[in-house]
């Protein structure tokens, strides 16, 4: 008699618990779901190096201080963060990597220019990381980290290549 008992108590839970369920499916009630959406390595380190947004340029900095950067020793930083360990040049950054032409950047792919006065023509003397939108994230002079346009004035000027480390 107890066990007609149990078998009772444990189709009535059963049946109760499959109708529940069934009216959460039927009645398009949200269920939970795991974040599917992430944001991409590149955009973390953009989005990292943000925080940097007017750290002073000072050329040769080291590359243990957030006091101050100069353009390849900010993206080291950034990137390390991230574990890509860079060299400490812009010139030996400009080998790491792969090609990628102007058309084809995305987010965290680092952009090469021949710029100030050290620039002769096509040799590296600057680096910044693309920020997506036509932008870069990178240090000069003043105002030290910064966003600048890639596709106008002197940075559309002295483009020379970018390169994927991701």
Request: hydrophobic letters at 35%; charged letters at 15%.
């Amino acid at each position: 008699m107890k066990t007609n008992f149990l078998i009772q108590k444990a189709v009535t839970v059963g049946l109760c618990a499959t109708l529940g369920f069934g009216a959460v499916l039927m009645t398009n009630a949200p269920v939970a779901q795991a974040a599917t959406a992430s944001v991409s390595t590149g955009q973390q380190i953009v989005n990292y190096g943000k925080n940097f947004m007017g750290t002073p340029y000072k050329f040769g900095a080291s590359t243990t201080t957030t006091k101050y950067f100069d353009c390849s020793s900010f993206m080291k930083y950034i990137f390390k963060k991230y574990g890509v360990d860079l060299p400490r040049t812009s010139v030996k950054q400009s080998k790491e990597g792969t090609y990628v032409s102007k058309a084809n950047l995305r987010v965290g792919d680092l952009v090469f220019f021949s710029s100030g006065s050290r620039s002769t023509g096509s040799n590296i003397t600057h680096v910044g990381v693309y920020a997506g939108n036509g932008q870069i994230l990178h240090t000069y002079g003043s105002p030290g980290v910064t966003l600048s346009d890639l596709n106008s004035g002197n940075w559309k000027k002295t483009y020379i290549t970018a390169r994927r480390v991701l």
